[in-house]
């Protein structure tokens, strides 16, 4: 029986984690790293696992060659590989819940009369979980999949605001900082000091910053440990929405994502009958 006991970054108590096949073991591996907030190396896997370190450079060389790990350019550090998070994005478009999610923004639309969305990090961009389109004919069309920058997107702020420095800094190299319009923050320390705005008041504002007329409002979605990788938003064209107007929506988009929060967390309706 492989045993491998892991000091996670969040809980200081060593957390065991069995595997009974060389897959399952490379798999209990992958869910270490994958848990972490920051790029892991050979050896702070040593001392995290106790593991030999021939045993976890196989393991890792092998996540490498599928995809599902990337070698920093120090050589040194591991991060996510690009299969993994497509995988990651893909059970977020396509998970079990997905029908009872979209209720919950069909419904929005049709309080706060325009367009809605579910957002999720992924990499250094934002991509659309969901979308339901407002019925009204001036209307900004995005879907399902598309993806826009963390910098200058509202989603992308609010999931950005929950980082540390450090943390801001590794995701945002892998992301240029362009300018899309006059209203673009690409200096860094502005958007830091943004950033603390946002987390300071717990929503998010685009204001034409990343298309001309543009205006989007953005809260999380909650989460019951760390930090969440959901949002729901509005968007709007400028002349309907002002960033005024779009605030007395608040009310409106937290109790979607509180909504949205329930259903990730409701219990499967066969194990509640079987606890009942």
Sequence with gaps: MFRMKVVHALKPQ????????PTMRVFALLEVIAARDQLVSLQGLVEA????KPTLHRMLQQLESAGLL?????????????????LAENLLLNDTWHGARHGVLRALVEEVGESCNL??????????LDRVETPAPLRFYLHPGSRVPVHCSASGKML???????QRRRLLAHA??????????????????????????????????????????????PAPVGRSNLCVAV???RMRLSPAKALKLLPALRRAAAAIA?????????????RA
């Design 14 to 21: 060593a957390v065991e984690i069995n595997g009974d096949t």
């Design 49 to 52: 696992t106790g593991l030999p």
């Design 70 to 86: 990337q070698r920093e350019g120090d050589g040194r550090h591991y991060s996510t590989g690009v299969r993994l998070r497509r």
């Design 119 to 128: 957002t999720a990090l992924a990499g250094s961009e934002v991509v659309y």
């Design 160 to 166: 950005l605001s929950q980082m540390t420095s450090a």
């Design 176 to 221: 240029p900082l362009e300018r899309f319009t006059p209203a673009t923050l690409t200096d860094p320390a502005r958007i830091d000091r943004e950033l603390e705005r946002v987390r300071r008041d717990g929503y998010a504002i685009d204001n034409e910053e990343f298309l001309p007329g543009l205006l989007c409002l953005a809260v999380l979605v």
């Design 235 to 237: 968007q709007a064209p």
């Design 262 to 274: 329930d259903i990730g967390s409701a219990k499967p309706p066969a194990a509640a009958k079987a």
